[in-house]
């Protein structure tokens, strides 16, 4: 059987993916000129984007791969816990990365399968992607990034990317659907509570709200925690006051097992929660907080309550002045003695 691009892009629909595409490795070589422009644009963050020069030149570390299979798929589908809206990233609840139980996960084990059997070498990361998945779908012409440096289709910004190494030369690209932001669009920069996003196409990792909530060994004393609100895992604020979004999340099925999840966590029980319990819950699910260091889940939660205050959390955080872990402890007099 004769390996066509169209083939295998009607393969990636047949399994439920929104779109597919395929672009040469060396399609990925400007992307070192992209990291260049964001650390001139965000200074300080040299450590954090160098480490993906790597991304742009693929072939060094895997000289047998000749281009790269670009699949989008929408999750923008699935009912969410109203309370858990805006203390954790919609991408998180409804993950769809390394949950065998979701349909998206099943329908990517059998598209890398589906091109080993055409003879292929494939090489995917389902965790954290092959390369700069945005950048990728983009030159794939898959849809735009839009001034908040989000992938955007039809379906918005609601989209997981995926992308599969082969070692056959092709190529097929598309033609983007969605229209370019609006010049004097700004409400995704104006909406950002810490400011990272400062200008179109550019942000600062340092006060950025979803990275501090997952590597942020010192929250007590980082200057943005006050700006964060309730947020303890992730942050969609520049995703929420996008135009380009309004009504794309359907809220039409249920996620495997995020009922039960959403039962079981508030801020409070984060807090008083014992860790084992915390750590089989929520490690393997949100795993950019390791088994390790769980105890950020509860400085986080500490922090949110801070933020938006209540008296029924002024138990907990007393509770937590006493804590085993230290950080914890440091979090809860400091918040404390803050509500005071």
């Known amino acids: 059987m004769k390996i066509t691009e169209e083939l295998i892009v009607n393969k990636a629909l047949e399994l439920g993916y929104e779109n597919c595409g395929i672009i040469r490795i060396d399609d990925m070589s400007d992307f070192a000129e992209k990291l260049r422009e964001r650390i001139e644009k965000a200074p300080g963050n040299d450590e954090f984007y160098g480490r993906y020069f790597r991304f742009a030149n693929l072939r060094d570390e895997r000289p047998w791969a000749k281009s790269i299979v670009v699949c989008v798929i929408n999750y923008g589908i699935y009912n969410l816990p109203e309370h858990l809206k805006g203390l954790i990233g919609r991408?998180?609840?409804a993950d769809i990365r390394l949950?065998?139980?979701c349909k998206e996960h099943k329908a990517s084990v059998a598209f890398e399968k589906?091109?080993?059997s055409l003879g292929l070498k494939v090489e995917t990361d389902r965790r954290f992607g092959i390369t700069s998945m945005r950048w990728a779908a983009h030159k794939a012409g898959l849809g735009i990034i839009r001034r908040n440096n989000f992938f955007y289709?039809?379906?918005g910004s609601w989209v997981h990317i995926e992308g599969f190494l082969i070692d056959k030369e092709m190529e097929l690209i598309k033609t983007p659907q969605p229209e370019p932001c609006p010049?004097?669009?700004d409400l995704c920069i104006s909406a950002c509570p810490t400011k990272s996003l400062s200008e179109p196409?550019?942000?600062?990792?340092a006060a950025c709200i979803s990275p501090i909530t997952v590597r942020e060994p010192d929250l007590v004393n980082n200057s943005y925690n006050r700006l964060m609100g309730e947020w303890i895992y992730g942050c969609d604020t520049c995703q929420d006051i996008c135009p380009h979004n309004a009504g794309k999340w359907l809220e039409i099925e249920d996620f495997p097992g995020l009922d039960a999840l959403g039962a079981a966590l508030s801020l409070e029980n984060i807090v008083n929660m014992d860790y084992e319990r915390l750590a089989d819950m929520l490690s393997d699910k949100f795993f950019y907080i390791e088994k390790e260091r769980i105890c950020q889940w509860k400085v986080n939660a500490l922090n949110a309550m801070?933020?938006?205050y209540d008296e029924k959390y002024l138990g907990t955080i007393k509770a937590a002045t006493n804590d085993t872990n230290e950080r914890v402890r440091g979090m809860a007099i400091r918040v404390l003695e803050q509500i005071s």
């Open 114 to 116: 589906y091109l080993q």
């Open 201 to 205: 196409y550019t942000m600062s990792p």
């Open 153 to 155: 289709t039809k379906n």
């Open 306 to 308: 801070r933020n938006s």
């Open 183 to 185: 010049q004097d669009c």
């Open 99 to 101: 949950d065998e139980n």
């Open 91 to 93: 991408h998180y609840l």
